[in-house]
């Protein structure tokens, strides 16, 4: 639904990104059940108040997202479902937001950026490829228009992603007067890999975010590794009306405490408990079941412990939780089939009457992380390769005793966390194996000390403050 809002209501900071904070379910009586969103985004925003001039646009994900954007008011969606906020859910046509979304965001770009093809997972640019890629445009165009269409003169536009990576040119023909930003949440590819996209492609793909004010990421390794890409593809590299920024996300410390202690939390916390058994060390880790989280790795790593330092058996369990996560996609339905027959093996062949080696959960369940996360002695996060994954960050600030922590080097988070985690290669197996004994074996006092510098180093920049610095970075406006 177009909007016909006049000059007064349009909005002074617009938020752009494929999900959005509130998502929708239909009952059978077709009445509408909203659930707010968690995330950095969200608690981000969060930071300039319901009562700020904000909008945020957002793609319509499902049946119950399609409906509510239907029955909106003017386009955007009842403030009491949005917790204040102001939200334009974009009613795009499923057919092409499944193309952009699932064929050319999750298959290509987000592969290309976490550089997982290896032969025999290869991209296929071919007929297919193409049309669906017509789609990511027009996708992208929907969202342009959206923004145009809601932000007030010079108002600043953050948007989100590689859902989003040609919306900032397009936003800035249609209005050259916004203030427009683009962040990217994932690492982003260095030359030699993001050349594997047809050369047009990769240049628009650059294009298109270099139509921002100004290009962020979440650490300087991905900021480095694009203003590479734009030199290799573009010759000339950044234009000067560009600028590059890094702002690393931190764990919002104030929200997961208070929330890591409310009745759901600690029920569930009696209930792994009693799942885990009486003194036993606890590996947790907390992922979406996608390839770059690299689990089948960490359960082998975890197996290959169990065979190298036999005295850990019946002493250690390991409480996976892998949350399905873009399962339309054959690729990453086979990778959550192999993460459970992975795991089952392990129990089949190392358990006993009273002890399971791992306990894998498949079900998405927020308190149940938080409990898991308090009962940690070693938080496993061993990603391939992560924008910057808030796991790491969040364990040490919520675990009760304090946590060991076993990173993989290619996490983003590695850069503010590396000196107090166990390090390791995410394709070593048997470095991993090592590590989590070494981070099982370490005294209490030094893993609390430990846990209590990582925590500190997590909550440096709480969400709040990411965002701020962000907007003001933009608008030449202290945050
Ligand atoms: O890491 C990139 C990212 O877009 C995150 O910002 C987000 O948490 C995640 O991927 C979600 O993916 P999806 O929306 O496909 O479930």
Not at 96 to 110: I, P
Not at 166 to 187: C, E, K, V, Y
Request: proline share 5%; net charge negative.
């Amino acid at each position: 639904m177009a909007s016909t809002r006049g000059a007064a209501e349009k909005a002074q900071v617009l938020v752009a990104s494929n999900r959005g904070p509130v998502s929708y379910q239909m009952h059978d009586d077709g009445s509408l059940h909203a659930r707010r969103g968690g995330g950095g985004l969200v608690s981000g925003l969060s930071a300039i108040g319901p009562d700020a001039d904000s909008v945020w646009v957002c793609a319509a994900l499902g049946d119950g997202d399609r409906a509510a954007a239907r029955r909106a008011d003017g386009g955007l969606l009842p403030a009491g479902d949005t917790g204040g906020q102001r939200v334009r859910m974009l009613d795009i046509d499923a057919a092409v937001h499944a193309d952009a979304y699932n064929g050319v965001a999750n298959s290509v770009l987000w592969f290309v950026h976490h550089m997982l093809y290896q032969t025999p997972l290869e991209p296929v640019f071919d007929a297919e490829f193409r049309r669906q890629w017509a789609s990511y445009e027009s996708y992208n165009r929907a969202f342009a228009e959206a923004l145009a269409e809601e932000a007030a003169e010079g108002a600043a536009v953050l948007i989100q992603d590689y859902h989003l990576a040609l919306a900032p040119r397009m936003l800035r023909r249609l209005r050259p007067d916004l203030r427009i930003g683009h962040f990217s949440h994932t690492p982003w590819a260095p030359p030699e890999y993001f050349r594997l996209l047809p050369d047009d492609i990769a240049a628009e793909l650059l294009s298109g975010i270099l139509g921002a004010d100004r290009a962020a990421f979440l650490t300087h390794r991905w900021a480095d590794a694009f203003r590479d890409c734009c030199h290799a593809v573009l010759g000339p590299g950044i234009p000067s009306g560009t600028r590059i920024g890094v702002h690393g996300l931190g764990a919002d410390a104030e929200f997961l405490r208070k929330r890591a202690h409310e009745d759901d939390v600690n029920e569930r916390m009696a209930a792994l408990r009693e799942e885990i058994g009486a003194d036993r060390r606890t590996i947790v880790r907390v992922d979406r079941t996608e390839l770059s989280k690299n689990i089948v790795r960490g359960l082998l790593a975890y197996r290959q412990l169990l065979d190298d330092h036999p005295e850990w058996r019946e002493r250690v369990v390991h409480v996976a939780f892998a949350y399905p996560s873009r399962q339309d996609l054959a690729v990453y339905r086979e990778y959550t089939a192999e993460v459970r027959r992975v795991a089952d093996e392990i129990n089949e062949r190392y358990g006993t009457s009273g002890w399971t080696p791992v306990e894998l959960h498949v079900k998405d369940d927020f308190a149940r992380s938080l409990a898991a996360y308090r009962l940690a002695d070693v938080a496993l996060v061993n990603p391939i390769r992560d924008g910057m994954n808030l796991v790491a960050k969040e364990v040490p600030v919520v675990s009760d005793e304090g946590c060991a922590l076993v990173l993989s080097r290619e996490a983003g988070a590695h850069e503010e966390l590396g000196e107090d985690a166990f390090t390791v290669n995410p394709y070593d197996i048997g470095g991993t194996a090592e590590a989590l004994h070494e981070a099982l074996s370490l005294p209490a006092e030094e893993r609390a000390a430990r846990s209590k510098r990582l925590a500190a180093a997590a909550t440096a920049l709480p969400p709040a403050q990411w965002f701020l610095d962000q907007l003001s970075e933009l608008t030449g406006r202290p945050g």
